[in-house]
């Protein structure tokens, strides 16, 4: 008996050892702690159930126990499934993700302008190396992807770069072209998951990229692809920079500058609010990618405490995905709502709002036929934001597998938008870009077989079966 309980200690200790260890590797120097904080992380980590699994051996090599939850310390999610991939561990093989290659390499795109020329003092290398690198990585239309688009950097340098850094964060799987003009990127991560970014171009001269920020997500919106995947994985700061500086590198000698940026792809951006202030940052550096603030919009279906912590941080524009004008409508199609109501969203936005000056929210609507867009909902919607500065994008549902929800008709989006336009409101409508390459808004992502939960329909919106007579 008592070996038994020794055995059970010693099983449990390598397991939180080893979990540990993944989740926070301890770093002895700057540089190596550098060196971690850029690695693309081995697991998502918020609480979970793996699909399979994870099988730890013991120390004897004879035994073995299954771990199939633990816990840790972000906010909760679900982890749905996993694609088959050759880069995944086959955990029922007694295969774990212990055994997978670890790159020894510093991820450059995974810090800020602070970070690099750090990272470079450490190397021996003055600070206006790092510098001369930011730029070659972001700026002078070069977008480096590899040490051979470095030219004009010291030798010593570059060939130190070529040993212990990497310069790509992404591989490029596909581009697909919509009738439009609107570009659908498919990009592959490191562990083989795929992640979507889409260019949009516009004839006045703007063009937008839209970046994803998770593979998958964990908020389940009823009326979004992308929901139905639940969430794989955050997308690390590397990542989600990759995706702007890969669109400017292959699209903009065809379809121009591209001036604006989105976080409006793959994923709840707050969901992942540390990588995101980051990435956003990144992007805005003057010496850099160098996208105005203004220019670059992260959208949130209302995570209230990471809402709070961006308006404090960030200078980049903000916009919430509202999408109904009563909590049980908004419970239904989005349940964050069942967390964090209209009225303390609301309320939240105009407290801090008071302390932004000339700043105003973009509040996104999505039109559903009979579910929020009736003239009750437009007028309710004028009083809900009142006393916040804020613009009004309505924009057209875009129909995906499964969906269970209709676009409203253009006739009901602009009897909407006028009811607004009334009340005092500044108002747009946005109709669908790239919807035939499943590149408009909320098209985006492959669900596979294992999906989300379609919640509990109200009872107002239940359509009566017609059995006959």
């Avoid at 991820?107 to 021996?124: A, C, P």
């Avoid at 509202?322 to 303390?344: C, F, G, H, Q, S």
Wanted: hydrophobic share 40%; proline share 5%.
């Amino acid at each position: 008996m008592e070996m038994g309980y020794m055995w059970m200690r010693r099983v449990r200790f390598a397991a939180n050892s080893l979990l540990q260890a993944m989740a926070f590797p301890s770093p002895s120097s700057p540089a190596t702690a550098l060196r971690y904080a850029s690695r693309r992380p081995l697991f998502s980590f918020t609480c979970f159930k793996p699909p399979h699994p994870i099988t730890l051996a013991s120390s004897h090599g004879r035994r073995s126990i299954s771990i199939s939850t633990f816990s840790c310390c972000s906010s909760a999610s679900t982890l749905l499934s996993l694609p088959e991939n050759e880069d995944l561990p086959d955990f029922e093989r007694g295969e774990s993700y212990e055994n997978l290659p670890k790159s020894s390499k510093v991820l450059l795109k995974g810090m800020n302008y602070g970070e690099l020329q750090e990272w470079v003092q450490s190397h021996g290398f003055r600070p206006g190396q790092a510098l001369m690198l930011w730029k070659r990585l972001y700026g002078d239309n070069i977008w480096a992807h590899d040490i051979d688009d470095l030219e004009g950097l010291n030798k010593d340098f570059k060939k130190m770069l070529s040993e212990q850094a990497e310069l790509r964060a992404l591989s490029l799987k596909d581009i697909r072209t919509a009738s439009d003009g609107t570009r659908k990127i498919l990009f592959v991560l490191d562990d083989g998951l795929v992640i979507e970014t889409v260019v949009i171009p516009c004839d006045r001269g703007r063009t937008t990229v839209c970046v994803s920020s998770q593979v998958g997500c964990a908020m389940n919106c009823q009326f979004c692809y992308t929901g139905r995947m639940g969430l794989r994985r955050h997308l690390t700061a590397a990542e989600i920079v990759e995706q702007a500086v890969y669109a400017r590198r292959l699209l903009s000698g065809d379809i121009g500058s591209i001036t604006n940026v989105v976080f409006m792809g793959m994923g709840e951006p707050f969901h992942n609010i540390e990588n995101v202030i980051k990435a956003a940052d990144i992007m805005v550096d003057e010496q850099g990618l160098h996208f105005s603030p203004r220019k670059v919009t992260v959208s949130t279906s209302g995570l209230v405490p990471q809402l709070k912590c961006f308006l404090r941080e960030s200078k980049c524009a903000l916009a919430v995905s509202l999408n109904a004008t009563t909590d049980e409508v908004r419970n239904w199609i989005m349940p964050i709502n069942r967390k964090y109501k209209l009225n303390l969203l609301l309320e939240t936005l105009r407290e801090e709002l008071k302390f932004k000056n000339n700043y105003k929210v973009l509040f996104e609507y999505v039109m559903l036929a009979g579910i929020n867009d009736s003239i009750e909902d437009a007028n309710r919607l004028i009083n809900l934001v009142k006393g916040i500065p804020c613009k009004i994008n309505l924009i057209s549902f875009n129909p995906h597998s499964g969906s269970q929800f209709k676009p409203s008709s253009d006739e009901k989006m602009i009897e909407f938008r006028n009811v607004l336009a009334k009340g005092g409101c500044t108002v747009f409508m946005r109709f669908s870009r790239g919807d035939d390459q499943m590149a408009a808004c909320g098209q985006l992502g492959n669900p596979g077989s294992i999906q989300a939960p379609l919640l509990r329909v109200p009872e107002q919106f239940r359509v009566p079966l017609n059995t006959g007579t």
